[in-house]
């Protein structure tokens, strides 16, 4: 496969063979549209989608058309992430990596590769590391990293995003002193003997957040770019960015003002600040390219399973006394609902834990009153732990399960200990959701997770690892037919972000967004969808991914 060389291509991609052409048709493909396939598809030069049908029949309705040939790709509507984090995706990018790693050894070994490369004294910043990998299931602690690290300042994100791992250099440089018996709301210093041993969860990490080096403008563009890369090259089209600043908002702008952003991003601002401050006063936000748009807030109820943060109804079954933390106090959280309420901005929020989910439908349910039966489309972010009764509210409130299929498959191994089997019954229960009638879209929640959607669609079918266990699935009565997980991905993501009058589904009006792959995933076997191929992706008609000059390969 070859990469195109620059999204800035794009304006001459509807000029092929030395022609130019204000209609572009592709051909030669597996094309999905509702109710099956078609053979080709055209777009006029804004983008927009003019005709869909059989080569023969668009090549004599557009003679003159520029012909883009899919080489037997399959075609599907532009695939759209429905709960990312593109900064926290480039920033990992530029960070120490430690997804994977089966060990603390292997923690400090990759540590030590990328100290390698920075300058004496700055800070050792890294994500992704997961003490459920390792042999011994424990929180690491500061002393772990201490013989490695004795002065350089080292602070690493745990793979939820939900904890943080730091080694003494670091907890030196807090602004308070973290010994005692006290705790800050929402949130939880592991100590031993009244000490800290080096790990935060949840709003304990703030005390530590607070003194890294923040990234600046600079910073963030490069990593921006590397993020924008590592989506289009695995077909996405959009993103749902959940957590934007109005820092980081300005600077996405910037990229929309130079022409430089090469897909959707649906960004939500970060909980109760500026960004959504700036939509209550300014109004909902949208760049005149159409690629850039603030309309939604992400706030937070609780934290992770897999650091015990999400806050559940009863005692964790292997953390005896402990059910979890909201992060939000419950009165803060009604009042800055109420304030989107006010705004008329759309409404997400992180809820992981059955008692989490509760309160977060309670506060929809009673601020929306009699509005819950408008068209809303406010959302819980993940779902992941949600009493059997909670599910018809879902539909009764009106709300979308904003669900990530990979987070039950790299849970799986441990989520019943956390639980225990009872809980199970609501544990990441897409199919119950479709049951209800509740609207899915899907994501990945990267980059906590791979970015790749083809694992998601793999993990909605199967509910398997990559080594296809356990054999018949996890939970396998919540498994979606590959069709539901394409529209989670696709049809539901629009809907969940207002624009399913222009994507989600490849017909005539919408916008020219595709995501072509090598082999048709409703043609193999699903065991070889993660491993299918991005033959190119196209965003408004213009060819932001791959290549379409030769055969997919």
């Known amino acids: 496969m070859k990469r195109s060389t620059g999204w800035l291509l794009a304006a001459g991609l509807l000029a092929l063979n030395g022609t130019t052409a204000a209609t572009t048709v592709l051909h030669d493909g597996r094309i999905g549209v509702p109710g099956g396939t ?33 080489h037997g790709a399959a075609v599907l509507p532009g695939l759209v992430d429905a709960h990312g984090h593109v900064l926290g995706l480039g920033l990992s990018l530029l960070n120490a990596d430690l997804r994977g790693t089966a060990s603390k050894a292997q923690v400090i070994e990759r540590l030590r590769a990328h100290a390698a490369k920075l300058p004496a004294g700055a800070w050792l910043v890294g994500r992704g590391w997961d003490q459920n990998d390792w042999p011994e299931k424990q929180f690491p602690t500061a002393a772990d990293l201490d013989a490695a690290f004795p002065d350089r300042p080292v602070y690493l994100r745990r793979i939820d995003g939900h904890a943080a791992w730091a080694n003494t250099a670091a907890l030196s440089r807090a602004a308070r002193d ?20 080096g790990v935060f969860v949840d709003a304990a990490m703030h005390l530590v957040d607070e003194v890294v080096p923040k990234p600046d403008a600079a910073l963030k563009r490069r990593a921006y770019r ?33 022409g430089e952003l090469p897909l959707r991003i649906y960004a939500m601002a970060d909980g109760d600040g500026e960004a959504l401050d700036a939509l209550c006063r300014d109004g909902l936000y949208r760049h005149a390219d159409g690629r850039l748009q603030m309309r939604a807030v992400k706030l937070y109820i609780d934290g992770a399973l897999g650091s015990r943060g999400a806050a559940l109804k009863a005692d964790y079954s292997d953390d005896p006394g402990n059910r979890g933390l909201l992060v939000t106090a419950p009165d803060a959280f009604r009042a800055v609902v109420a304030k989107a309420k006010r705004c008329n901005v759309q409404v997400a929020t992180h809820a992981i834990g059955d008692r989490g989910t509760r309160l977060v ?41 904003s669900m990530q299929p990979t987070h039950a498959t790299s849970d799986m ?13 609501g544990a990441y229960a897409w199919r119950r959701f479709m049951a209800a009638k509740v609207p899915l879209a ?23 690892d990559l080594d296809a266990k356990p054999a018949g699935g996890w939970l396998p009565a919540q498994r979606l037919s590959l069709d539901e997980a394409v529209r989670g991905f696709t049809a539901g993501a629009a ?9 989600g589904t490849i017909a005539v009006g919408k916008q020219a967004d595709f995501t072509l792959l090598r082999d048709d995933p409703y043609a193999i076997d699903a065991a070889r969808i993660p491993h299918d191929r991005i033959a190119a992706t196209i965003v408004d008609g213009k060819v932001v991914y791959g290549s379409l000059d030769r055969p997919a390969r």
Request: net charge negative; hydrophobic share 45%; proline share 4%.
């Open 442 to 464: 899907l994501g990945s929640d990267f980059p906590v997770e791979q970015v790749s959607p083809l694992l998601g669609l793999y993990a909605a079918v199967t509910r398997q």
């Open 495 to 503: 809907f969940a972000e207002f624009a399913e009058s222009d994507r």
């Open 413 to 425: 191994p441990w989520a019943q200990a956390r639980v225990g089997e009872a809980r199970l019954a």
């Open 226 to 258: 590397l993020a924008f890369e590592t989506l289009l090259a695995n077909g996405l089209t959009g993103v749902h960015d959940a957590g934007v600043s109005r820092d980081d908002l300005a600077v996405l702008r910037g990229f929309a003002d130079a």
């Open 38 to 70: 078609a053979e080709a598809v055209a777009w006029d030069d804004a983008g927009r989608i003019v005709a869909v049908g059989s080569k023969a029949e668009l090549a004599q309705r557009y003679p003159d058309a520029a012909k883009l040939d899919a």
């Open 178 to 197: 973290l010994a005692g018996d006290w705790q800050p709301d929402g949130g939880r210093i592991e100590r031993v003997g009244g000490k800290p041993t």
């Open 361 to 401: 439908l309670d506060t929809y349910a009673g601020v929306l009153d009699a509005a819950a039966q408008g068209d809303h489309r406010w959302r819980v972010e993940h779902a992941q732990i949600v009493d059997v009764a909670d599910f018809p509210r879902f539909a009764q409130l009106r709300v979308i399960a």
